[in-house]
């Protein structure tokens, strides 16, 4: 390969959104400018210089896509619009005035890109009960790279994955279902597979429908899993177990988080109420007193503590 | 994690010649271009001696080159000249001369030579700079040369000056901990933790300071560190040495029996691959560091330094890296710590998730042995007898010789004999003894088998067993306990006279024995077995004489002179000792048979009063006492006998008030059926006679506010009405109730009647709330039974047999079922048969069918599931079998029509199936002249089939 611009140029890719080759009716590559168009490539030559700068490899810290022939362009000199790049020929900066050049975005096969920061944001809000607040900064995230949604480096299926457990969260059952099986159906990793199916399982409790929602968690933590899985998991489980009124199995359950998560205090409330409740179920008065002191005890500020006191407590 | 070892310092000490050999190739390039001879030299005498400033810049070509050896005998040379009197170039201080020849003599391992520069520099100069630094190179040199307690003085001077404060506390703990100054070492490091910024240094600084700490077994201190550490995690770049120490930390906890600490320490351990995750991110971090300050340009000694230590930072993280490779498994050695430790703290079954995850996920681990006879335990403690005997199987099948399996079977063993599963008791306690336990564990499983024995009613064995034990523990130490136990085998098989010389035979060989008391005891009993009366008193006297009046067993001794007083016709006498017997400690048991007892012999006298008023005290007296609902039954026979029901409500009311508004007391319940039983007649002697509504006589003002207390009220009412088979009335009372109580008012025996009754009224929705309520809120409750077997008939009814099953069998084994036993057996079976499991199902329904107690439509359905079961085999001695099965039905149980024309209908089809066509038709037309039955389903397809039948014999 040559070195020149021409030969970088040359060997661009020449495919439309669909994939479909897409040359001008002079059989060339189309490249465009904000203020006219320029029908030949070669013509552009001025301009090849410019671009130089952001198509050729560069390292992974800051927000990039790479291409299908290894070049890589910087976030900022592209703007993704109706399912095509813009590339911008002139000062490297997207939108400023300047020639610029589609190209479709089939031609990304990764993006070195951090985690955005509405995704840890999301995260958070969605842990602090703020559902609605966390479905925004999913749905950012998620409609920002869904041009990319199974290119590898892509936070589409992070942010959908946020976006279903914010919606079951807000207790919007149906757009949590029709989100997860839109998920699923772009074969995600697995642990972001295993957390949407905890997540439908959650569904699934809260509209009684425990048979499915028992045999779905129970065959996903019976191999390892992520701890985040095994922690959703666990929990919802155990509750789906108390419902069924299967103590063994609730305590088997809400008990991994201690065994193996010993450091999710933050949990702890939950796990303690439904085991209290689960050792009343196996009639273990000693265990149901001791679990019961000790929600009441270490988290008496917490909702279950209270709970605990109305059901327990004479 | 050799923090403070020799190999910690060395690295250290060559970080600082780097720097003044820096200092050195400095000053012999300012001397050499002071004198306007870069890189020259000057020209000699005839006697040839080499200028200073030649021999400098010699040092400096050395130094640039790495020989430090010859840096340090050009230094040394040009040092020995300057004390002969040869002047220095100008500007070259004498002193920092001799701090370059200490710094390369440290660099090639001079430490002595090393030492003497840098003290007399120390001593020599004025300048605070240059003697700190000499301080620190003579510090080096004298710990580098194993010196560690000459060092710590020299450090401990160097640390007054502010510019090397903190690298002097940390090299003073360093050298003082190899000095053995243990507690020199901690205020070092302390000062270091305390004032240094919370960076790697001082993460390491803080490991070393953990260690120490564990050394001094200070475990409170250690405790404080790691929460340091791991309040600081991105400081810590020997993330598997932090692991590690964790590990002894908790260790050393689990030593000192503190479960508590030792958890903590276990829980903070990462996974190995997290463990293996982090080395890698902060070994790329520590690289990207140490490449950083080498690209820095003229970079100074501080870099330098700095640079060395990050180097050292990293070699010890991969050295514990290694360590954890070489550890075996790692991850399985962190679980079976951790199940220990939730297993000391009392929590088995996170012991037991924990330990079976091990065992699981770890097959290979040499930690999995001892976490199978660990989980064996667990199991057992958390009182799961399936899961402990299928775990000892397990442990002897994958480890069969494994010296842990004796103990293991034994606590096996122990955990079905609490949950009175004898067969397995004993099936385990011989496997113990086959696996050759030590003589000690033997003697005990040999006693302990013998008692299962004992236990499991084999008397005739358990005397064997017991002798067995004897014969091979003759001296032992369970002599006294093996005697005794074959001489009670002995007692309760009824060999009397054989006892009596066995007891008599005991208290001889142990007089003062732990069974002597008892033994006495058994001897009166003995005699009154045998009807000896007067021997038996004699007995029953000389042991009241003979012990104390507060010894245990003196109400059953009381008890059974009661009896022998009554057996002698002494009614006076009988009721005076079993009064008196009242009046001692005693098992309900024991207590419940004398209340009868004197009852019975009052009753008998006809001494109503005092006897009703015998059991009003009783109730007065013990509230909350099982036998309170004995008082109310006896009170409400015994009044009504004597013709007082008035009396009789009054005072089983007054009884059952004391609870009345509390819906957890759920025996209420079974005291308000005894109240409904005598307030509508149904006892002997009651009359029909309406006595109002309970809301009137049962409950106070006060009461009548409680919603709890008015719906036990309108529940006894619904009960005279059932009993007066007013069933409108029935169920219009408990509707009233379903109308107005939430179910959380309830107590468990109104919701289990509440879900019967809106389930018989199709309304299974709401018969759920009610069941669910009842088994969340008292899965243990007396009326449980009502709720499981609701539920499996709900899950029957909505075609799940698997989940029925369940539930059926939660009546039984959880909640007892003690009033819906026929209804969760016969449930059992249908789903059993739903599920196809047909033997199983047979099993049941014979059961039932031969039940005498049971006979009504359970017999019927079941003698028609048999038959059921049998035609599915088609075969023609099946289906004469299944036909006699029918024909029981439609001959035996005609009271149930259903039954009927289903077994007439199904006879007839079998009899097809048999190519009996004559006894086909006349099967059907039997069922068809049945009025009962002509409207019934099977009677419609019988007609079908007559037709059929009938128009095949025209045709022929």
Partial sequence: MKTGKAGRLGSLPRMDAKGREWRSKAGKPEVRNAARVVSSLWRAGALMLAVLAILWPQGVQAQRYRLRDGRVLEQSAVVVRDGRMVVSLGDGQAGAKGAEMTLPVSLVVELQWPEPEELRRGRAALTAGQAGEALLDADAVASRFAPFSRVPGSWWADAVGLQIRALAAAGRSGETREAAAMLLAADPRADQAAMVRVTVAGIDLSEGKTDAAAAVLTELLRDPVSAEVEIEGALLLGEVHLARLEWEKALEALLRIPAFHGRRVDLMPRVLLGSARAYRGLDDAGRVERTVLELTDRYEDSLQAATAKKEFLP | ?956
Wanted: hydrophobic share 45%; net charge neutral; charged share 25%.
């Fill in chain 2, 1 to 956: 994690l050799a923090l403070a070892s020799a190999t910690h310092l060395v690295p250290m000490a060559l970080n600082s010649t780097t720097e003044l050999c820096d200092l050195t190739g400095r000053l012999a390039r300012a001397v050499c271009m002071g004198l306007g001879m870069a890189g020259g030299c000057v020209l000699g005498h005839a006697q040839v001696q080499i200028p200073l400033v030649q021999v400098l810049a010699e040092a400096e070509t050395h130094r640039t080159a790495r020989r430090f050896a010859e840096v340090a005998a050009l230094l040394d040379r040009a040092v020995a000249r300057v004390s002969q009197g040869e002047r220095l170039p100008e500007g070259v201080d004498p002193d920092r001369l001799q701090m370059a020849a200490a710094t390369a003599h440290v660099r090639t391992g001079g430490f002595a030579r090393a030492s003497a520069l840098a003290k007399a520099v120390v001593a020599a100069t004025k300048a605070k700079s240059l003697q700190s630094e000499a301080r620190f190179v003579w510090g080096l040199a004298l710990a580098l040369d194993q010196k560690f307690a000459e060092a710590v003085p020299v450090f401990a001077e160097l640390a007054l000056d502010p510019n090397h404060r903190d690298r002097a506390w940390l090299y003073q703990a360093i050298a003082a901990r190899e000095a053995g100054q243990i507690e020199v070492a901690i205020a070092a490091y302390e000062r270091v933790l305390a004032q240094a910024p919370q960076d790697g240094d001082w993460a390491d600084a803080a490991l070393a300071w953990v260690s120490l700490q564990l050394q001094r077994g200070q475990l409170a201190e250690v405790e404080r560190g790691l929460v340091w550490l791991r309040g600081r995690p991105e400081a810590v770049d020997n993330v598997v040495g932090l692991a590690l120490l964790t590990l002894q930390a908790g260790d050393a906890a689990m030593t000192a029996e503190d479960a508590i600490a030792a958890l903590a320490a276990y829980q903070s351990v990462p996974s190995k691959v997290e463990l293996v995750r982090l080395h890698e991110e902060r070994d790329r971090r520590l690289e990207v560091q140490i490449a950083g300050l080498r690209a820095l340009s003229g970079a100074g000694a501080a870099d330098s330094d700095a640079v060395r230590r990050l180097e050292l930072r990293r070699a010890q993280a991969k050295q514990a890296l290694s360590e954890l490779n070489r550890s075996g498994d790692f991850d399985a050695s962190v679980l079976l710590r951790r199940g220990r430790a939730f297993q000391a703290r009392g929590q088995v079954w996170e012991a037991a998730l924990v330990l079976g995850r091990l065992v699981e996920r770890h097959p290979a681990a040499a930690e999995r042995e001892v976490a199978f006879a660990t989980l064996v335990r667990a199991y057992a403690e958390s009182g799961r007898l399936d899961r402990t005997l299928e775990t000892a199987r397990r442990l002897i099948e994958a480890y069969p010789k494994s010296e842990l399996s004796a103990q293991a079977l034994a606590v096996a063993a122990q955990a079905a004999g609490d949950r009175g599963n004898r067969p397995e008791q004993l099936h385990f306690l011989e496997l113990a003894l086959d696996r050759s336990p030590p003589p000690e564990l033997r003697e005990t499983l040999l006693l302990l088998h013998a008692n299962a024995l004992f236990a499991a009613g084999q008397h005739d064995a358990a005397r064997t067993a017991s002798g067995r034990s004897l014969e091979t523990f003759p001296e032992g130490r369970f002599v006294e306990d093996a005697v005794y136990l074959k001489t009670m085998a002995g007692f309760v098989m009824g060999k009397q006279e054989r006892a009596l010389e066995e007891l008599a035979a005991y208290l001889a060989r142990f007089p003062g024995g732990r069974f002597a008391a008892d033994a006495g005891y058994r001897m009166a009993a003995a005699e009154f077995a045998l009807e000896r009366y007067e021997p038996a008193s004699a007995s029953v006297s000389a042991w009241l004489e003979a012990h104390p009046e507060d010894h245990a067993q003196r109400g059953e001794v009381l008890s059974l002179h009661g009896d022998i007083l009554a057996a002698r016709s002494l009614p006076d006498e009988a009721i005076a000792a079993y009064e008196l017997a009242l009046e001692h400690p005693l098992s309900d048991d024991g207590r419940g048979y004398i209340l009868d007892e004197l009852t019975r012999i009052q009753l008998a006298r006809r001494e109503f009063e005092p006897a009703a008023r015998r059991w009003e005290a009783f109730a007065e007296r013990n509230p909350d006492h099982a036998f309170t609902i004995n008082a109310a039954y006896w009170i409400g026979r015994i009044r009504t006998q004597a013709g007082d029901r008035p009396a009789a409500l009054a005072s089983m009311a007054m009884v059952a008030r004391r609870h009345l508004a509390d819906p957890r007391k759920e025996d209420v319940e079974r005291l308000l059926l005894e109240l409904a039983r005598v307030a509508s007649g149904a006892v002997p002697g009651g009359s029909g006679a309406g006595v109002g509504s309970a809301e009137t006589w049962l409950l106070t003002p006060e009461l009548g506010g409680v919603p709890t207390a008015r719906a036990r009220a309108w529940f006894v009412d619904a009960e005279v009405a059932a009993l007066r088979r007013d069933e409108a009335r029935r169920d219009a009372l408990l509707e009233q109730i379903a109308r107005t109580c939430s179910p959380d008012v309830l107590p468990a025996g109104l919701l289990g009647r509440l879900g019967d009754h809106r389930r018989a009224a199709g309304d299974p929705e709401q018969a759920r709330v009610y069941y669910t309520a009842l088994v969340a809120a008292a899965p243990r409750s007396h009326f449980a039974d009502f709720a499981y077997v609701g539920l499996g008939e709900l899950a029957l009814a909505s075609g799940n047999p698997s989940e029925a099953l369940v539930q059926f069998e939660a009546a039984i084994d959880l909640a007892g079922a003690r009033f819906k036993l026929l209804e969760a057996t016969l449930g059992r079976a249908r789903a059993l048969f739903a599920l196809e499991r047909w033997t199983e199902a047979k099993v049941l329904f014979e059961q039932i069918a031969s039940n005498r107690a049971w006979r009504g439509e359970a017999t019927a359905r079941s003698v028609f599931a048999l038959g059921e079961i049998l035609a599915r085999e088609g075969d023609p001695d099946a289906l004469a079998k299944a036909q006699g099965f029918y024909q029981r039905v439609y001959l035996g149980y005609r009271k149930f029509a259903p039954w009927v024309a289903r077994a007439y209908l199904r006879s007839g089809e079998t009899f097809e199936r048999l190519g009996q066509r004559t006894e086909a038709v006349a099967t059907y037309r039997e069922l068809l002249r049945d009025n009962r039955l002509t409207a019934s389903a099977e009677a419609e397809v019988a007609r079908r089939h007559l037709a059929r039948l009938e128009g095949e014999g025209s045709a022929t």
